[in-house]
Nanobody, 127 residues
Framework: QVQLVESGGGLVQAGGSLRLSCVASGSTFSRNCMGWFRQAPGKEREFVAAIKWSGSRTYYADSVKGRFTISRDNAKNTGYMQMNSLKPEDTAVYYC????????????????????WGQGIQVTVSS
């Protein structure tokens, strides 16, 4: 069982930066693929980024490529997402997720492939 808690959200002006953190409880997080998703009002939850259990490979949605960076520190059971050059369209509730797999070579991008979810944190970008 993995429990995830996000932090680091808030209100920022367009062009600014935020760093989201996702702290995991449970010993298996370091073996899981981790992802970030977001959901804006009236829209479906969408994939943002994911990282392999080892941190050796990452994948991004086109909308955030070059602006967001996903990373993890397995020794701290923590994942991160550095968000730069934020735009008003990045405004959403952001969720971290872990897929529950063990040392998988795959990077997941579909929400249904992630077993564990955080409660979500609001990110608001003003224009």
């Amino acid at each position: 069982q993995v429990q995830l808690v996000e932090s680091g959200g808030g209100l920022v002006q367009a062009g600014g930066s935020l760093r989201l953190s996702c702290v995991a409880s449970g010993s298996t997080f370091s073996r899981n693929c981790m992802g970030w998703f977001r959901q804006a009002p009236g829209k479906e939850r969408e994939f943002v980024a994911a990282i392999k259990w080892s941190g050796s490979r990452t994948y991004y949605a086109d909308s955030v490529k070059g602006r967001f960076t996903i990373s993890r520190d397995n020794a701290k059971n923590t994942g991160y997402m550095q968000m730069n050059s934020l735009k008003p369209e990045d405004t959403a509730v952001y969720y971290c997720a872990a897929d529950g797999s063990y040392y998988s070579d795959s990077i997941r991008v579909a929400a249904r492939e992630f077993r564990y979810w955080g409660q979500g944190i609001q990110v608001t970008v003003s224009s």
